[in-house]
Every structure is written in C-alpha cells, then in structure tokens.
C-alpha cells in the first residue's frame, strides 16, 4: 500500500509534469482536502499507508488540476484578510494584489467613511473586507452579473456579514442614480484582450473573460468609473483603484480632467504600477 508521503510526491510529480507552479504545495492542499486533514496533519501522517477508497477520493481532484482547473476552485474557497470566501466560476478569483488595495485604502482613511461603494464586487471580497474593517460604514456592492452578485451574498452570509452589504445589480454607476459615497473602490477589468491570450490556462479557461478585460486595449472600463465618478463621489471623497502595470500615466492625466484635486500612483508588492488613488 502506498504511504501518505508517496502519494504526495507522485502527485507533486504528476502536477509538475502539467506545468502547475507550486506543485508539491498544490499536491499537499488537495491530498488533504480528499482527506480530511490540514497540511501540519498529513506531515504527522506521512508512513501511514492509504486505502484504496482513499485513493478513490484523490485521484479525481488531480485529475482536475493537472487539467489546470483553478486550485481555489478545486478546493471551493479562498482567504481575503481574514474572511474565507466561495470560489467558483461566477467570479474573479480574489488576489493578494487586491488584500494589498484594501490594506492601502484602511491606511488612507484611518477614519471610517460614511458610505462605500465597491463597483464591479465579484465575490464581494473589498464590499465584505472594508464592511468587516468599518463596521460603522454603510456598504455598497454593485455588480452587471446576477450570479456574481449571488455569490457575494452567499460569502456575506458566511462570513456573518449579510446585514452589512446593500447589494445592487448595476452597470458600473447606472443603476445609483443620485447617490453619493464617500470612499469609490473598484478592482475592474482592465487587461487588454492580448494579455488575456497570454495569461495561464487558470486564468483564460476558467474564470469570467467580462471580470478579466473589458475588451481592446482594457482601458474602456476604467475611464468609464474615472468619467462618471465625480458625480458619485462627496467632496474629498476617495476613489480607488486597481489597475494595470502599464496605464498609470494615462489614467493620472485623466483624473486631473475629470476635476480630481489630488492623485498618486502607488505600485504592489512586486513593484509595479498597480493603484490609483485620486479625491474629489
């Protein structure tokens, strides 16, 4: 019979050979989800032999990630600062580059805003962190898709925070007529439809192509929020943005355009152009 520690590395070896990155961690995450056991378990069970019913529960999650199926998908959530959120098809996978956006956005605003709007929500990731971070604040998440939006229900409910976010379906601002926020977050989509090509198979074949780029360039979407949010946005209000590496000279000039008094780039942990924030 085959041992804990032999399936793990016939099955790092297996991923490896389909060209997932990490494949040793994905193979101890997804062995310890057929069983049942957190990582630090499965080091204290690494002689013990596996039965074939076992086996039986490995062996499909393998399959589906040497196919490149997302590992947050395989394993049906995800963290985002501090909250364990539901993943699946509906939405953008929630990144460490957008937990840094909210960080960025707590250190800005050490006081709580009024009201805040997170457009284009997904899993209502930035809605639920920022209602969790300011308790005492009022939070909008907005969303074009129904089953994105139903999705960030389902992880409002599940992380106790279903009293805390006023869910809307919405094209960007179209459906808040006349209302005004304090704080304006979004994560859009604003890869061109090239860098989407290029992207792995993770990405391209199993999350939302409409929460990756808008289309063309991936420009369209973010000069739609910078256009239209002024109108949303109470004076010294925060808009703030996640972007891509390439557009900050062109989103800077277009904020000061559109009647912001003050912006600054801001690049992520890897040191790329990454967040804009601009005030009303």
């Known amino acids: 019979m085959l041992t804990v520690l032999e399936i793990i590395k016939r099955s790092s070896e297996f991923l490896a050979g389909k060209g997932v990155e990490s494949a040793r961690l994905n193979a101890e995450l997804l062995i310890g989800q057929a069983l049942g056991l957190k990582r630090m378990q499965l080091y204290l069970q690494f002689e013990r032999p596996l039965t074939e019913i076992e086996l ?10 040497g196919l490149r199926e997302p590992l947050q998908h395989i ?46 929500t997904g899993t209502g990731a930035i809605a639920l962190a920022l209602a969790q971070h300011y308790p005492e ?32 379906q919405s094209d960007w601002f179209a459906g808040l007529p006349g209302m005004r926020f304090d704080l304006v977050v979004s994560n859009p989509p604003y890869l061109s439809e090239a860098e989407v090509a290029a992207t792995e198979p993770e990405v391209k074949n199993h999350e939302p192509h409409a929460a990756l780029t808008p289309g063309g360039d991936g420009l369209s979407a973010l000069h739609r929020i910078i256009s239209e949010a002024p109108d949303h946005l109470e004076p010294g209000g925060l808009l703030a943005l996640e972007t891509g590496i390439t557009q900050h000279a062109g989103l ?25 924030f601009a005030w009303r």
Not at 140 to 159: F, Q
Not at 256 to 261: A, D, L, P, S
Request: hydrophobic content about 40%.
């Open 56 to 65: 039986e529960k490995i062996r499909p999650l393998m399959r589906r990630r």
């Open 75 to 120: 394993l049906g959530e995800t963290g985002f600062m501090g909250l364990t959120l539901k993943v699946d098809r509906r939405a953008l996978i929630p990144r460490p580059e957008t937990e840094q956006l909210v960080e960025l956005i707590c250190q800005r605003l050490p006081a709580a805003p009024r009201q805040i709007l997170d457009l284009g």
């Open 137 to 168: 604040a009022a939070v909008t998440g907005t969303d074009s898709s129904a089953e994105a939006l139903a999705l960030a229900r389902e992880n409002a409910v599940a992380n106790a925070l279903a009293d805390r976010v006023n869910w809307v």
């Open 252 to 276: 800077l000039e277009k904020l000061q355009q559109h009647g912001f008094v003050r912006s600054e780039s801001k690049p992520d942990l890897t040191g790329r152009d990454r967040y804009v």
